[in-house]
């Protein structure tokens, strides 16, 4: 677009100002909402909204970032007002592509997931998550949640007992006894369990978002295909996984109430965040 003024349908329009470098990702501000991605290389940049049309068919809008006003160093952003309350989000860059050279891989085929999202649209665990790559994906909403005081507990390490859990193989068996096995409140059940062995910390295997149909391998006995049970290529460091959830779309909130819960039991949460590879490698 070349203007600050965009109608999307005839229920709202929305319009555009220059925003703020900071803080990284989505974020309400008084007069809008603020978008803010790193990208030191990308030569254009749009931000892809999508949002329901008066004909019930999802909407792109495609707001192209200018680098003379939309950038500051390498921080590129935008501030967006009049958006609805339920949308989603993510980027399309374009750049240097170069794999073998200096390693850029721009393409502006792909729209790409915000890596501060907090939220990426939910599925239940195997759902094929078709929306990559493909359309916006990021979710943002309000911070309303009461942690009522919580505070992490400090326990010394000499006193700690850890127990190393993965939250869906945790609890999905049937042996477990638990009303939603398989998630954040299935380890919830669990806490009297933790309490009699003495545990004291819990370390969380990846619980960030990942996509458990990425491997290209099948059983070799049945032919079905194989998952990613374990998370080791996160898709995003700060999304709770929606697959472990009883609702997929409140997993911010699920998984607070399971580490609220933990702490009011006298035991910590330790998350095991993988840094040095992510789900897009080869």
């Not at 295909?225 to 997929?248: R, V």
Request: charge should be negative; aromatic fraction near 10%.
């Amino acid at each position: 677009i070349n203007d600050n003024h965009y109608q999307v349908n005839m229920n709202f329009s929305i319009t555009t100002e220059q925003g703020l470098p900071q803080p990284a990702g989505a974020s309400f501000q008084v007069n809008g909402i603020n978008f803010t991605l790193f990208s030191r290389h990308a030569e254009h940049v749009s931000l892809v909204i999508q949002v329901a049309a008066e004909d019930d068919k999802d909407r792109l809008v495609e707001l192209e970032l200018d680098p003379f006003l939309n950038k500051t160093g390498d921080m590129w952003h935008i501030l967006v007002s009049g958006l609805p309350e339920n949308f989603t989000y993510g980027y399309r860059l374009d750049g240097p592509h170069d794999p073998q050279g200096k390693g850029h891989h721009f393409s502006k085929e792909h729209i790409l997931i915000d890596p501060y999202a907090m939220s990426i649209a939910p599925s239940t665990w195997g759902e094929d998550r078709s929306c990559l790559g493909r359309e916006p994906c990021c979710r943002i909403f309000r911070d309303t949640y009461d942690w009522e005081g919580d505070r992490p507990l400090g326990i010394a390490l000499k006193d700690s007992v850890i127990y190393e859990m993965h939250v869906r193989g945790f609890t999905v068996d049937p042996t477990s006894g638990v009303k939603n096995p398989g998630t954040f409140a299935g380890v919830v059940e669990k806490i009297p369990y933790l309490q009699e062995l003495g545990v004291t910390a819990v370390e969380l295997m990846p619980i960030t978002e990942f996509n458990e149909n990425e491997p290209i391998f099948r059983n070799p006995f049945t032919g079905e295909a194989l998952k990613n049970f374990w998370g080791y290529s996160p898709l995003s460091f700060f999304a709770p996984k929606s697959g472990y959830c009883t609702d997929n779309t409140n997993q911010i909130n699920e998984f607070r109430d399971m580490v609220k819960a933990l702490h009011r039991a006298g035991i910590e949460v330790i998350l095991d965040i993988v840094f040095n590879h992510t789900a897009e490698a080869g």
